[in-house]
């Protein structure tokens, strides 16, 4: 079947861990990888979408998740032409902390990017902050909000605190449950802190009994970056956060 639900971001907001953490779920089936359909891969039609789709049964949940519909123009309405019911996840974070964790993937590929502090600014001296920059980009959720909102009630996206998908995962999780209308079965007997990695990982990973926690690549150790420049930020963004909390009607505390 087509996903009834979709995880559509934001990017290092915690979106893997949150897929991960459903698929213990026995009424999700989820596809592993991002199908990158309605941004990157539309013109293969919804039948090539379907076939990657994992095969459910009666009252399974189908989902997916990509990060980078949230800010995709064309995305809200490509699924809503595919179903106005979808049921929409956005997992958001603190987005200062989000821009550094952005830049700190890409460092690890790339290591000989320009500074976190140079890519910040349009202009140093007066602090203009660089907007067209991606990292800086997605962090402005009420912008990309509205654009949801043209094709989407506000009551059909849930937003997940990634804040919160760390310090309590069994209360997120069982807000997610009851949005996509599933029975609470996942539940903090599922989860154990770990404290290497500064984040929960689960008891037993779906179709294992092993203890399962996120790759490599998750829970990266930041850069330090100059704090004028991270208070620089946090004065850019709040007014967009408390738009953004207007909107959802939730406080998410990053201010």
């Not at 919804?46 to 989902?63: A, F, H, K, S, V």
């Not at 490509?78 to 200062?96: C, E, Q, W």
């Not at 404290?195 to 490599?216: D, I, N």
Request: net charge positive; hydrophobic share 35%; proline share 6%.
């Amino acid at each position: 079947r087509l996903p009834q639900a979709i995880i559509i971001g934001v990017k290092k907001g915690g979106t893997r861990a949150l897929l991960e953490f459903l698929r213990v779920h026995p009424d999700v089936r989820a596809v592993g990888a991002e199908p990158h359909f309605f941004d990157r891969n539309y013109e293969r039609g919804l039948g090539w979408y379907r076939d990657l789709m994992p095969r459910t049964l009666e009252g399974q949940i189908t989902m997916e998740k990509t990060p980078s519909y949230f800010v995709t123009k064309e995305a809200p309405a490509r699924i809503s032409s595919m179903s106005k019911g979808t049921k929409l996840i956005v997992v958001v974070r603190d987005p200062v902390t989000r821009a550094i964790s952005d830049y700190t993937q890409t460092l690890s590929k790339k290591p000989d990017i320009p500074t976190f502090e140079s890519l910040t600014f349009k202009n140093r001296t007066t602090g203009l902050i660089d907007t067209s920059w991606s990292a800086i980009q997605i962090g402005i959720y009420a912008k990309h909000l509205e654009n949801w909102l043209l094709y989407f009630p506000i009551g059909q996206i849930l937003f997940v605190s990634g804040e919160r998908l760390i310090s309590d995962p069994a209360g997120e999780l069982g807000r997610v449950q009851d949005f996509l209308g599933l029975k609470r079965i996942i539940t903090d007997k599922h989860f154990y802190f770990n404290k290497t990695k500064g984040f929960p990982c689960l008891k037993k990973a779906e179709g294992s009994s092993k203890p399962h926690c996120l790759g490599k690549t998750k829970g990266r150790t930041h850069p330090d970056i100059d704090q004028e420049v991270v208070q620089r930020l946090r004065d850019f963004y709040r007014p967009f956060n408390m738009k953004f909390y207007q909107m959802t009607g939730q406080d998410f505390g990053w201010d």
